[in-house]
């Protein structure tokens, strides 16, 4: 039995008429659009097999190349448990150099499409875009730009990273954040391998000196001293190659950080330095530049980076040629001729929280002035103790001592009694505070209402307390229920919730 589709079963016809003389070799060429030459092989085969002739001989067999069941069932539980978060092309790679196992994209592709653990890709933007031609030149065009993501572990971490619009030659951290010093940090590391670029181009965020910040962006503000000119971008789309970077870093690099087990920055930074740009990036994503000349120019040897890779702020000196910061004072120590009452010093911050002070390029010597502070009312009232009981000490009459003072003869000798057995720290003033006030609230009343408000966290004073008169019978007004939450730290629905979910977790 010889089981044909319709194409089959209208070739078997043509031949079947061809052998019988119905119809010539050139129509039945022209109705199964195939060659002479072809027709002619078919209609030896006809004579030959009879209508078996239109099954092909590899029908039922299994092909040449076919890769092996058990290495199927390998690789697949391989992407469920070990890749299941990296896309195709990483997969082959990752397999043939960790597995030892070579399998085609495609092959890979669906088999990993038989158990559901296929990466999708983003969905591409829907609006057409002009393209823009990269520079011609490095060193022309750099785009810089920083990407929030859970790049190692379970916290968010934030990479950094500056890449040339010619060759996408990329520098790239990790920080706790993209803050103003981690970007220094970057343009400073870059500077300095590969010098002096023309231009920056960024997104409007208040880092680079976006509308928000336009007049105190201190990287705005160290690309000026450095003549290098800021490019605001108007849409993501406009500086793409960053993007498109940080899309890359995401689907390769995250998977090979969880595969090395790092999850720390220190570890996360030297494996994106000496592993990850240099054998991969490198080699895949770099491309040669339409010009070879370099528009990158050394930085000058009176240009120094320290000095400009720094937050800088502005302090007004007052006249005795002292200045605040950070909320405390500060003494000019340095040897002046003249006064600088009146004019700006520059404050200069760097990485561990510390600053130096500068005038017209001039480091000076600066320190905190310690102002005396005012005593508190404890230290008065000792203080106060300690005259009378002198006043004492010195008339040798406790009665006259009294009677100056104010102050009564047992209170005098009490306060000599307490310096004699514990010093002066006996006279500090001890409030009760083991004492229930007239008024108070019964405590087995208080831990009823306490229990219902645990119970109903979502009730108000208010109705905690028409509740507890309908339910209880007990007569107390929506002020005494808030002044039993008060006295527990549970005057909100959120505390109330978090004590009851802590209630639950100890149990």
């Given at each position: 039995?010889?089981?044909?589709?319709?194409?089959?079963?209208?070739?078997?016809?043509?031949?079947?008429?061809?052998?019988?003389?119905?119809?010539?070799?050139?129509?039945?060429?022209?109705?199964?659009?195939?060659s002479r030459?072809?027709?002619?092989?078919?209609?030896k085969?006809?004579?030959?097999?009879?209508?078996?002739?239109?099954?092909?001989?590899?029908?039922?067999?299994?092909?040449?190349?076919?890769?092996?069941?058990?290495?199927?069932?390998?690789?697949?539980?391989?992407?469920?448990?070990k890749?299941?978060d990296?896309?195709?092309?990483?997969?082959?790679?990752?397999?043939?150099?960790?597995?030892h196992?070579?399998?085609?994209?495609?092959?890979?592709?669906?088999?990993?499409?038989?158990?559901?653990h296929?990466?999708?890709?983003?969905r591409?933007?829907?609006?057409?875009?002009?393209?823009?031609?990269?520079?011609?030149?490095?060193?022309?065009?750099?785009?810089?730009?920083?990407?929030?993501?859970?790049?190692?572990?379970?916290?968010?971490?934030?990479?950094?990273?500056?890449?040339?619009?010619?060759?996408?030659?990329?520098?790239?951290?990790?920080?706790?954040?993209?803050?103003?010093?981690?970007?220094?940090?970057?343009?400073?590391?870059?500077?300095?391998?590969?010098?002096?670029?023309?231009?920056?181009?960024?997104?409007?965020?208040g880092?680079?000196?976006?509308?928000?910040?336009?007049?105190?962006?201190?990287?705005k503000?160290?690309?000026?001293?450095?003549?290098?000119?800021?490019?605001?971008?108007?849409?993501?789309?406009?500086?793409?190659?960053?993007?498109r970077?940080?899309?890359?870093?995401?689907?390769?690099?995250?998977?090979?950080?969880?595969?090395?087990?790092?999850?720390d920055?220190?570890?996360?930074?030297?494996?994106?330095?000496?592993?990850?740009?240099?054998?991969?990036?490198?080699?895949?994503?770099?491309?040669?530049?339409?010009?070879?000349?370099s528009?990158?120019?050394?930085?000058?040897?009176?240009?120094?980076?320290?000095?400009?890779f720094?937050?800088?702020?502005?302090?007004?000196?007052?006249?005795?040629?002292?200045?605040?910061y950070?909320?405390?004072?500060?003494?000019?120590?340095?040897?002046?001729?003249?006064?600088?009452?009146?004019?700006?010093?520059?404050?200069?911050t760097?990485?561990?929280?510390?600053?130096?002070a500068y005038?017209?390029?001039?480091?000076?010597?600066?320190?905190?002035?310690?102002?005396p502070?005012?005593?508190?009312?404890?230290?008065?009232?000792?203080?106060?103790?300690?005259?009378?009981?002198?006043?004492?000490?010195?008339?040798?009459?406790?009665?006259e001592?009294?009677?100056?003072?104010?102050?009564?003869?047992?209170?005098?000798?009490?306060?000599?009694?307490?310096?004699?057995?514990?010093?002066?720290?006996?006279?500090?003033?001890?409030?009760?505070?083991?004492?229930?006030?007239?008024?108070?609230?019964?405590?087995d009343?208080?831990?009823?209402?306490?229990?219902?408000?645990?119970?109903?966290?979502?009730?108000?004073?208010?109705?905690?307390?028409?509740?507890?008169?309908?339910?209880?019978?007990?007569?107390?007004?929506?002020?005494?229920?808030?002044?039993?939450?008060?006295?527990?730290?549970?005057?909100?629905?959120?505390?109330?919730?978090?004590?009851?979910?802590?209630?639950?977790?100890?149990?």
């Amino acid at each position: 039995m010889i089981k044909m589709d319709s194409k089959a079963q209208l070739t078997v016809d043509i031949i079947a008429k061809v052998a019988e003389g119905k119809i010539d070799i050139v129509n039945a060429s022209k109705l199964l659009n195939k060659s002479r030459r072809t027709i002619e092989r078919y209609l030896k085969k006809y004579r030959k097999f009879g209508i078996q002739f239109v099954v092909h001989q590899n029908t039922g067999k299994s092909p040449s190349n076919k890769t092996c069941d058990e290495i199927k069932r390998t690789v697949q539980n391989l992407i469920k448990k070990k890749y299941f978060d990296v896309n195709l092309t990483h997969l082959g790679e990752l397999l043939e150099d960790n597995e030892h196992i070579q399998v085609k994209r495609e092959t890979l592709r669906s088999w990993a499409h038989e158990i559901h653990h296929v990466k999708r890709a983003k969905r591409r933007r829907s609006k057409v875009r002009k393209r823009r031609e990269r520079m011609e030149s490095p060193g022309l065009l750099l785009q810089m730009d920083g990407s929030t993501h859970r790049w190692f572990g379970n916290r968010k971490s934030c990479l950094i990273a500056i890449i040339d619009d010619a060759t996408s030659e990329i520098h790239a951290q990790f920080f706790e954040s993209e803050t103003t010093l981690g970007c220094l940090q970057v343009l400073r590391d870059y500077i300095t391998q590969k010098g002096l670029f023309k231009a920056l181009y960024v997104d409007k965020a208040g880092i680079f000196g976006g509308p928000k910040r336009c007049n105190f962006s201190q990287v705005k503000r160290a690309c000026s001293e450095l003549g290098i000119q800021i490019i605001f971008a108007n849409s993501p789309q406009g500086k793409g190659r960053i993007e498109r970077s940080f899309d890359t870093f995401q689907d390769r690099l995250v998977p090979e950080l969880r595969l090395n087990d790092i999850h720390d920055m220190d570890r996360a930074n030297r494996h994106l330095q000496d592993v990850f740009i240099p054998s991969f990036w490198r080699n895949h994503i770099e491309v040669m530049s339409r010009c070879a000349a370099s528009e990158f120019t050394p930085v000058p040897e009176y240009i120094s980076l320290g000095d400009i890779f720094v937050v800088k702020n502005y302090r007004k000196i007052r006249s005795d040629h002292t200045f605040s910061y950070g909320n405390k004072f500060y003494l000019i120590e340095s040897p002046l001729k003249h006064s600088i009452a009146k004019q700006k010093i520059e404050i200069r911050t760097t990485h561990d929280d510390g600053f130096a002070a500068y005038f017209a390029g001039r480091h000076l010597a600066v320190s905190e002035v310690i102002e005396p502070t005012k005593p508190s009312m404890l230290d008065l009232d000792i203080q106060k103790k300690l005259e009378v009981l002198e006043l004492a000490e010195k008339l040798g009459n406790v009665t006259e001592a009294a009677r100056l003072s104010g102050v009564s003869r047992d209170t005098i000798y009490r306060h000599r009694k307490l310096i004699k057995e514990g010093g002066l720290q006996a006279l500090k003033r001890h409030v009760r505070t083991d004492h229930i006030h007239g008024n108070r609230t019964d405590q087995d009343i208080a831990n009823t209402i306490i229990e219902f408000s645990l119970d109903n966290p979502h009730l108000g004073q208010l109705q905690v307390s028409n509740q507890l008169k309908k339910h209880y019978q007990i007569e107390l007004s929506a002020s005494g229920v808030r002044n039993i939450w008060l006295r527990e730290n549970m005057q909100t629905c959120a505390l109330r919730l978090h004590r009851k979910e802590s209630m639950l977790a100890t149990v």
